[in-house]
């Protein structure tokens, strides 16, 4: 079966990871289902379903009088391993318009919704452009906004990296001006204009490239059955989660945890988390934050 298996074509293969995905998220599939999303004609849809079961003749049995195949008792993946996180970030991006419906193979979305994340005014010619640095390990001059400063600036950056700090997407560079790596928004490059080459490497970006591990564990202060649902939120084993950051989004990662500030500032409810080593954390003296 596994040589079979690797033998399907690219497209044979989408389509009955598609199947596999009805199966479990929606609990049912057919030929139409096949026929709308991937343009088949119906004998095309058929032997998708046939080889399908084929494959897995356990995984769906047919409903006579729904017509349609239903998800067996003894279902069990054989294509697409399910993935809860793959599938709420479906329903992110249509809440933030970043994917359309007709995107996704989930045919029955659920009511959702999310709190929304200001757009960001990244213009996809300067996207474009960093992204070639990047690619080709050039410098490239940029038109930069930097809040320190009342008006934009021309200065000369070797980007190496993208990076996304939970709200806000930015290039990891060194800056050739004050010859030390940043992080440089990417809505703030107002505009790019030369290209020059660069003898800068990632490899010397020494906050990009080492890694820091946070402990995190309950609030010592929750309650017993606080403590364990906070354990299942953030899939603690043992009582305890370790997250593995780089330094350079070290900053951002404390921040976005509410980890950032003295876990005595707010409510054991509010606070959730503690981390369990946080001097050791301190001392890598957390950089990265955007100009």
């Known amino acids: 079966m596994e040589n079979d298996k690797s033998e399907l074509r690219w497209g044979v293969g989408q389509r009955l990871e598609f199947i596999e995905f009805r199966l479990f998220w929606e609990g049912h599939v057919n030929r139409s289902d096949l026929m709308e999303h991937f343009g088949l004609s119906v004998n095309q849809a058929s032997a998708d379903l046939n080889r399908y079961i084929g494959f897995a003749p356990d995984n769906m049995v047919y409903d006579k009088s729904a017509r349609t195949y239903v998800r067996g008792p003894n279902y069990a993946a054989e294509f697409l391993k399910p993935d809860a996180s793959r599938y709420l970030a479906q329903l992110r991006s249509l809440a933030d318009g970043i994917m359309d419906s007709d995107d996704t193979w989930i045919a029955e979305l659920p009511s959702y919704d999310a709190a929304p994340t200001p757009a960001r005014g990244v213009n996809p010619v300067t996207l474009r452009s960093v992204v070639g640095a990047i690619r080709r390990s050039e410098a490239i001059e940029v038109k930069y906004q930097s809040l320190l400063r009342p008006e934009p600036s021309w200065r000369w950056i070797a980007p190496h990296a993208i990076g996304f700090d939970g709200f806000r ?24 204009r030369g290209v020059q080459g660069n003898e800068v490497t990632a490899a010397t970006d020494k906050a990009w490239q080492e890694h820091v591990t946070l402990e995190i564990a309950p609030h010592p202060d929750l309650s017993e059955t606080q403590a364990k649902v906070i354990v299942l939120d953030y899939g603690m084993r043992g009582g305890r989660a370790k997250i593995k950051v780089r330094q350079a989004l070290l900053y951002y990662a404390l921040k976005r945890l509410g980890l950032d500030t003295d876990p005595s500032a707010r409510t054991p409810q509010e606070q959730q988390i503690v981390l369990i080593n946080r001097d050791v954390v301190l001392r890598k003296n957390p950089v990265g934050h955007v100009l």
């Open 169 to 192: 997407w930015h290039t990891r560079a060194f800056c050739m001006t004050d010859q030390v790596f940043k992080d440089f928004l990417l809505s703030r490059i107002l505009q790019t």
